[in-house]
């Protein structure tokens, strides 16, 4: 008999924990995003490269519930976060559901987004404490254990602006752990740092990607890419136009622009 779309899924349909279909955006009279597909599976790391403008940032803001789509639907770990019909209503899970739905993510920005005013332990606890209702004593711990994992425990009473870049991101990314998402969305993470910081930003990564943590990571980082990433996504000009297992996509872009773009990066 056919399946129909309300019996239960099987248990491989499970692995999928972002499933985008069809997404389109835009700014005013600009489409960011055009029809832009893509399935993330537990323990992978895929990162989207692309030239600058291209909508790699829109596109995790998206999955992240921080911008709106126009068209086509995300569903994080098998729950619908959003559907949207062309010139139709866009249906939201309601805004309460939408947060939670959103809790399975943790998300890096470039900018770090620490709270000034609060220390580092201040920082990590806040939401594990006011959000999901964490004992103080228990938070704390947790927070300690991620600062050693990050190699930062000795700046847990600190100030951000005590810290330098490098510190702020591994902060920013022992912050989003605390939250124990099931996937981390990572926005250019070292494009605001020196190259000397941007090291040990993407060491605390590709250890968070050795323990199988599932990432997103949009960067500019081709090395990172070509280590870290299982698979690697090109978006051009609003359209994802290829996608390869990492190897592959480095040894032989199939896509001009991505072979172009491969050409200006390496
Ligand atoms: N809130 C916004 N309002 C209007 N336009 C926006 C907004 N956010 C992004 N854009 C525009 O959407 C396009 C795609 O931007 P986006 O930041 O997603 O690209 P990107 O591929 O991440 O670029 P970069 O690699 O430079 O960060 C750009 O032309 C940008 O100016």
């Known amino acids: 008999m056919p399946a129909t779309t309300n019996e239960p899924q099987p248990a491989h349909a499970a692995t999928v924990v972002i499933d985008a279909q069809g997404i389109g955006k835009s700014f005013g009279s600009q489409r960011v995003l055009r029809n832009v597909s893509l399935q993330l599976h ?56 939408a ?34 209702g964490v004992a103080r004593e228990a938070a704390t711990a947790k927070a300690e254990t991620l600062l050693r994992k990050v190699g930062l425990l000795n700046k847990r009473d600190n100030y951000p602006a005590r810290l330098s870049g490098g510190q702020k991101q591994r902060v920013a990314i022992a912050r989003a752990l605390a939250m124990e998402p099931d996937i981390m969305l990572f926005d250019e993470p070292t494009s605001a740092l020196d190259p000397e910081l941007t090291v040990e930003v993407l060491r605390t990564m590709r250890e968070l990607a050795q323990e199988h943590m599932t990432m997103l990571v949009v960067t500019h980082e081709m090395g990172f890419a070509r280590e870290v990433a299982s698979r690697v996504v090109f978006m051009d000009e609003g359209q994802l136009v290829e996608q390869a297992p990492s190897h592959e996509f480095f040894a032989n872009p199939r896509h001009p622009r991505s072979q172009a773009f491969l050409r200006q990066m390496l």
């Open 99 to 132: 947060r939670r739905i959103c809790r399975h993510m943790g998300m890096v920005f470039q900018s770090f987004n620490l709270f000034p005013h609060m220390t580092v332990l201040q920082n990590i606890i806040e939401a594990p404490v006011q959000v999901q």
């Open 42 to 97: 537990k323990g992978e790391v895929v990162a989207v490269i692309g030239p600058s403008g291209s909508g790699k940032s829109t596109f995790l803001r998206c999955l992240n519930h921080l911008e709106t789509i126009d068209e086509g639907s995300i569903a994080i770990c098998g729950e619908m976060l959003a559907t949207a019909q062309a010139g139709g209503h866009s249906v939201y899970a309601p805004e309460r559901e």
